[in-house]
């Protein structure tokens, strides 16, 4: 009988490996648009993010002179790093290609139009990406009927899952 090792359990599937997630994004936006970006550190931060530590939930895109940056997003300073750490809340630059930059720069001009940050991760090439989102904010309304359909998509589903329960 072939046993797993719990080495072998935990294993990596290919793809992301989930560095930070914003939670609060889908209730406070309605998301538009999602790009992904890749982002400027230094190798402590990079070293640091792989202890886990980061924490992304304010975070925003601001483009200024041509360039995306990211602002609110903390990554805590490497355990092991001394002088070469960096400010652990310090704007970063985001590479997006110049025709996308543009792109959001438009799309950003409306009033209630933001670019925020969704995920953190590492790709398939352990390389750090930021997914983004060209999102527009929710007003309290819009927040309190996503809530009531959610309750209601969740109530039909249980009903449902209690018919199939009596059926068999």
Known sequence: MNSKSSKDKKAKTPGKDMLAKNRTAHYEYEIEETFEAGIELSGTEVRSLRERSAQITESFVLIRDGQAW????????????????????????????????????????????????????????????????????????????????RESDRRLARELKERNNRAL
Do not use: C, W
């Not at 070469?84 to 139009?113: C, F, S, V, W």
């Open 70 to 149: 990211l602002h609110g997003l903390h990554i805590a300073p490497f355990s092991h790093g001394s002088f070469a750490n960096k400010n652990p809340d310090r704007k970063r630059r985001l590479l997006l290609h110049k025709k996308q930059i543009r792109y959001l720069e438009k799309k950003t001009e409306p009033k209630g139009m933001a670019i925020i940050a969704l995920e953190l991760y590492f790709d398939k090439n352990s390389r750090v990406k930021v997914k983004i989102a060209l999102a527009k904010g929710k007003k309290l309304f819009d927040k309190r009927a996503s809530e009531a359909k």
